[in-house]
C-alpha cells in the first residue's frame, strides 16, 4: 500500500527508483518489466516487495541537538536554569569529538528506526556531525559557524571564525545527502554584529539560517529590555536574516506581528512539541500558524529535553493537544499533522523536491509493518499514522536511494559498537 | 535488572512467584535452589532469565471500552457530536456478541503487547467481556447493570435489571482473575431513580462503581439546569455514591470543592489524556488531584477515541502536558506518573495488593528489553520509563504468576485468528 502525495492510498503499484530519485510510480507491467531489465545488472539493484507494509515518505526531524543523546534522561523535571546550568552545560564541556560523534551517530539510528529520513542538526563540532551523516546513510540539514571547544587547547567554548565557516561550508555543501546552512544559535547567545556577519556570509553562498528563535518568554523580554522595546523576530528582520531560506526552531512564544513576519518572509517553523512541554517554555501557536499560511514542520529538539528523537510522538502531541486546549476536536487534522511531518518539513530543509512519494522527488521512503494489532483494523490512513502508529513498526528505510535498514537490522551500521561507545561515556560535571 | 517499590532499580536478585503471588525477592542463591527443588515438578514450572531486561509491574489501564477497537480511526477530528451520534453510536447498534467479543480481545492483544496487566472495562453485553478476559489471561474489573442491547428481540438499547445485574455479580465475582464493580454510566445517561438502585446494590454486595463523571462541561451545566444548579459530584455525594469503592473516570473539569469531595471520600480518579484531548473534552487538573492526596491512576479509555491503548503514551503525555501549560517543568515527576499507572491503579481496580515487586503482592508483571537505542544511556530509570520506553519494549508478560506472551508471542492466544475476525468485522451506520 501507498501513501501517495494525496494523503491517500493506492494498492498493487510499484515504485520505480533510479540513483536517489523515484522514477515511476505504476502498475505496468510492461514499464516494470523494462526498468528490472534496463537496471538489473547494477550491483546496487534490489526488490522488495511490499506486501502487508505502508510505502510511506520518510519523516523529516526538522531542529535536534543529535550529540545530546549521550546526555539522555540527565536532569529531568528540574527547572530549566537548574537542567541547563547545573547539569548540561558542566558536562557538555567535557565532550569530546569522539564523544559527539557517537552520540550524534546513535541519535541517528535512534531516528532512522523510528522512521526518520532526513534531520536538522545544531551542534559542535561540525566536522563530527557531517562524519557521522556521511556514515550513518541519512540525510541531514547541518550548520556551520556556531559555538565550538577548542579541543587542540583546551579552550571551551569559543566562536568559530566566518572564514573557517566559509571553508567548512564550501568542502561540505557539495557532498550529496548534506544540505549546509549556517548557524545563527539565537539572540541571547550571539553577539549582535555576529548576527549581520552570519547573514552576510548565507547571502553570500546562497543558503540558510538554522536558529532558535523565541523559545521562552525570558528571552524576548531579556531581549526588548536591551534594545528599547524591539522584539527579537522584529529585529532579526531588521537585519535581513529572514531574506535567506531559514529554519527558526520553537517560536513557542509568537504574537500577531511577529506571525505576520514570519510569514511575510516564508520563514520555515520548527515546532518542537515535547520539549516545550518538558522544560516549561509554553505551547506554540500551531493552529494560528497553519491559519497564517506559514510552512509548519515538527522537530525533536536534542535528546536531553524531550528525551527520545521519536517523530511519532510529536506527530501525536501535535494532533492532540490544541484540541483540547480549545476544546475544539476539530483542530489540526491527522493529515496537516503527516504533512508537517514529511512533505513540509523536506520543504524547509532541502532544495530538491522531497517529502512525499511522487514522480521527481528524492527516495527517502520507509515501509511500515501493518501487522500490529495496534494498527487493525486501519479505517483511515491519515489517522493511523497520526494516532496509532509507533516508530517501532517501521521495517525498512530507504534513503537517497540506498536502502539502510531492511527488516529492522541496519545494512551496515555496526549496531553494537555504537551502542558500547554510547554507554561507556561517562560524563562528569 | 528489577524495578522495584521504592522506585528504584536493583540488581542481581531473583523473583520467586509461588501461585499467583510475589513470594520472595532475593539474591540468596540457598533460598533460590530450595524453591526451585521444591516446585521444579510442577506442570507450569518456569524460569526466565531477565539480564538484558527490566522487571516491572505491569501496567493498569483504569478506564476503558474494550470492544470499541472494531471502531478504531472512525470519525477522528470531528465534533463531538458529530463524531458519537454521527459515526460511533449508529454502528455501535449493528456489532453483535461476537464482534464485541473479537472487538475485546484484539482490546486486550494490544493492551498486553503494550504491557498492560490489568484493565477496567466498562461495555456491552457483560458476558463476552468476562469470557474475552477468561480466554486472554488478563486481569479485569469488569462492570454489570449497565445498558445493553436485547439481541434476542432485536431490541437496541435497554437497561440490564437489578435482578440481572445482581445475578451476573454472583455469577462472576468469584472467578480468579476478575473483580466486579456496577456500571454508573454517567448522571446523563441513567436516569436518577437508578442512580440510586446502583448504590444500593453495590453496598449490599460490598463491591465498588465505575462511571464517568464531569467529562465535559456541557454534561455538567445541563444536568446543574435540572437540578436547582446541584454539580453532579455534589449529587452523586447526596446519594452515597462515593461511600463505596469508586473509579471515576475523566474528572476533566472540576472545582475546589469537587476535588475536595472526591478526597474526602476517597474516589480513585482515572484521568484519560489522549481522549480529553482529542475529544476537545479539556484538561484534567491533575496536578491539584496530587497536591489533595486524591489517588490519581490513568486510563485510555476507548479505541473510538483515543485511536490506541498503549498506557506508555498515557504516561508520556502526563507527564509532559503540565509543565507546558503551566510553564513549570518541575510539575508531575516521571516517578509520580510511574505510579500513576502501576500501583495506584492497581488499587483503583482491586482489593489484593498488586501494581508493585514486592513481596505479598500479586505476580502481574512485564520484563522490558532494554536494548533498544532509544533506551541508551539508561541515566535515570523513570525517566526512561515515562519518557524513552515504548509499548514495543515490552518482551515479556506475567499476568496472576502466568506467562501470557513471551518473546512478544502470545502463549495461547491465536493471534491470527483475532486479527482476522476484528478486520473483517464491516460495521455499516
Known amino acids: 500500500m501507498i501513501y501517495t502525495d494525496a494523503s491517500q492510498t493506492k494498492q498493487g503499484m510499484s515504485v ?26 547494477e550491483q546496487d539493484f534490489s526488490q522488495i516487495n511490499g506486501s502487508g ?16 543523546t549521550v546526555l539522555r534522561n540527565i536532569g529531568s523535571d528540574l527547572t530549566l536554569q537548574q537542567w541547563l546550568f547545573g547539569e548540561i552545560i558542566p558536562r557538555e564541556c567535557n565532550l569530546t569529538p569522539e564523544n559527539v560523534y557517537y552520540g550524534s551517530m546513535a541519535a541517528q539510528m535512534e531516528m532512522m528506526r ?36 577548542d579541543w587542540s587547547t583546551g579552550e571551551k567554548r569559543t566562536y568559530e571564525t566566518f572564514e573557517q565557516s566559509a571553508k567548512l561550508f564550501k568542502q561540505y555543501s557539495s557532498y550529496d545527502r548534506l544540505n549546509i546552512f549556517f548557524e545563527m544559535h539565537s539572540v541571547y547567545l550571539y553577539r549582535q554584529e555576529w548576527l549581520s556577519g552570519i547573514v552576510e556570509n548565507a547571502k553570500k553562498f546562497n543558503t540558510g539560517i538554522h536558529m532558535h528563535l523565541h523559545e521562552t518568554e525570558k528571552e524576548i523580554s531579556d531581549f526588548m529590555e536591551l534594545n528599547n522595546g524591539i522584539r527579537p523576530t522584529e ?22 506581528s511577529d506571525i505576520q513576519i514570519l510569514k ?21 501557536p500551531l493552529p494560528k500558524f497553519l491559519e497564517a499560511g506559514i510552512n509548519v514542520t515538527l522537530g525533536t529538539d536534542g535528546c536531553a529535553s524531550n528525551n527520545n528523537l521519536n517523530m511519532f510522538e510529536e506527530m501525536h502531541l501535535a494532533a492532540l493537544l490544541y484540541k483540547g486546549l480549545y476544546k475544539d476536536p476539530t483542530l489540526i487534522k491527522a493529515q496537516d499533522v503527516v504533512n508537517m511531518a514529511t512533505v513540509s518539513g523536506a520543504k524547509a530543509l532541502l532544495s530538491e523536491p522531497c517529502g512525499a512519494i511522487k514522480e521527481g522527488y528524492l527516495a527517502d521512503m520507509i515501509l511500515v509493518d501493518l501487522s500490529g494489532i495496534h494498527l487493525n483494523p486501519i479505517n483511515d ?14 521495517d525498512t528505510v530507504i534513503i537517497n536511494g540506498n536502502v539502510i535498514m531492511k527488516n529492522k537490522k541496519f545494512l551496515s551500521i555496526d549496531e553494537e559498537k555504537i551502542m558500547s561507545e554510547v554507554n561507556s561515556i561517562i ?3
Open 16 to 41: 520505480l527508483v533510479e540513483g536517489n530519485v523515484i522514477k515511476s510510480i505504476t502498475d505496468d507491467d510492461d514499464v516494470i518489466s523494462a526498468f528490472i531489465n534496463e537496471h538489473k545488472a
Open 53 to 68: 507494509y505502508l510505502l510511506m515518505p520518510g519523516l523529516v526531524n526538522t531542529h535536534t541537538h543529535s550529540p545530546m
Open 114 to 149: 523510528s522512521g526518520t529520513t532526513c534531520f536538522c542538526d545544531m551542534y559542535e563540532p561540525f566536522e563530527m556531525l557531517t562524519k557521522a551523516t556521511l556514515d550513518s546513510g541519512m540525510r541531514a540539514n547541518i550548520c556551520t559557524a556556531g559555538l565550538h571547544n
Open 235 to 256: 529585529f532579526l528582520e531588521s537585519i535581513g536574516a529572514f531574506d535567506v531560506k531559514t529554519v527558526a526552531a520553537h517560536c513557542t512564544h509568537m504574537n500577531d
Open 264 to 284: 511575510k518572509h516564508d520563514v520555515n517553523v520548527a515546532v518542537n512539541m515535547t520539549s516545550n512541554l518538558k522544560l516549561g517554555s509554553g505551547i506554540p
Open 381 to 394: 490512513i491519515n489517522a493511523l499514522i497520526c494516532y496509532c502508529m509507533q516508530g517501532s513498526d517501521v
Open 427 to 429: 560524563l562528569c560535571k
